[in-house]
């Protein structure tokens, strides 16, 4: 099956990118990238990730932060703004829009967790409403206990191959963008609460092994190409990169779009980070036999499949 990717990817902004280099890139992937996501250099509680917090604690990263999102725009690439951490006020909902106002970067959407749904029209009025991966939804009970509209759900972890959950959002009406390379685990507790990240991978250690928490973690290429995810359902597909750079970014939307696994292996094992990049995995990358990976991926999914 051929799948055109024209405008089908949704990326992170990479902070650690020089304007030049980023445009640069741009000039050769744009067609490929519909929207970009980005958190505000306006303190930690706009951040769910602490390096990110960490990054913005530069000046220069902050200086630089409007000229990158500008870039996107020159290149006709649609602004996401992220706002999905807890306890945010209407005062952090002004004050987010100022900052945005004040540099000519209004957004096209805006991410939000479920209790901001009410009041995110009297700061951000006119934009498409993203429902965060953060709203910690994996099943279609999940799905129906969400009130209030939402245009589009971004989808991960346990909901990435419940084609019938990805059905039943379209169904309300939303468009679905599909978390592919984060690889968290299946029983996390999600971004609201990073001190159970790696006790949770621990624990699952003591049931499974590490390379069948990443083939269950993980969306390797194929499965976007076999019918394992049934494309037809998503919108555009969400790589997980804010904390990488440009060649970590080429590397796995080059991946995808050729559905290709075995160079990107061959040529370095930390290249599994392309398609699972939970940070506990990295250092058993080394190890990991693709052959194993390739045994756990068709006992999850119920059926033969070939990894090129």
């Not at 990295?282 to 991926?297: E, G, I, T």
């Amino acid at each position: 099956m051929m799948i055109d990717f024209t405008k089908r990817f949704n990326v992170g902004l990479p902070l650690d990118s020089d304007v030049d280099s980023l445009d640069a890139f741009l000039c050769e992937y744009d067609k490929y990238i519909d929207e970009v996501y980005f958190s505000l250099p306006l303190g930690a509680k706009f951040h769910s990730r602490k390096i990110i917090q960490k990054q913005f604690e530069d000046k220069r990263v902050c200086d630089k932060f409007p000229k990158l999102l500008s870039l996107y725009r020159k290149h006709g690439i649609k602004l996401e703004l992220v706002l999905n951490t807890n306890l945010l006020t209407g005062s952090d909902l002004q004050e987010a829009r100022e900052y945005l106002d004040s540099h000519g970067l209004y957004p096209d959407s805006v991410c939000i967790l479920e209790e901001y749904a009410p009041i995110i029209k009297d700061y951000f009025p006119n934009c498409k409403y993203i429902l965060s991966y953060n709203a910690g939804v994996r099943s279609i009970s999940e799905v129906d206990k969400i009130n209030g509209s939402f245009d589009s759900w971004v989808v991960g972890s346990a909901g990435i191959r419940n084609n019938q959950m990805l059905a039943h959002i379209n169904k309300r009406g939303s468009e679905v963008i599909l978390l592919i390379n984060n690889g968290c685990s299946f029983n996390c507790s999600w971004c609201k609460n990073q001190a159970s990240c790696k006790p949770t991978f621990d624990n699952n250690r003591k049931r499974r092994s590490v390379e069948y928490l990443y083939a269950e973690q993980s969306v390797l290429p194929f499965e976007l190409y076999d019918g394992t995810i049934d494309v037809s359902l998503v919108k555009t597909f969400k790589i997980s990169n804010r904390v990488s750079n440009l060649k970590y970014l080429k590397n796995c939307l080059d991946s995808y779009m050729s559905n290709s696994v075995v160079p990107y292996v061959r040529s370095n094992k930390f290249n599994y980070s392309l398609w699972g990049r939970l940070g506990w995995f990295w250092k058993y990358f080394p190890f990991f036999s693709l052959k194993r990976v390739k045994k756990y991926k068709e006992e999850i999914i119920g059926h033969e499949v070939e990894i090129n």
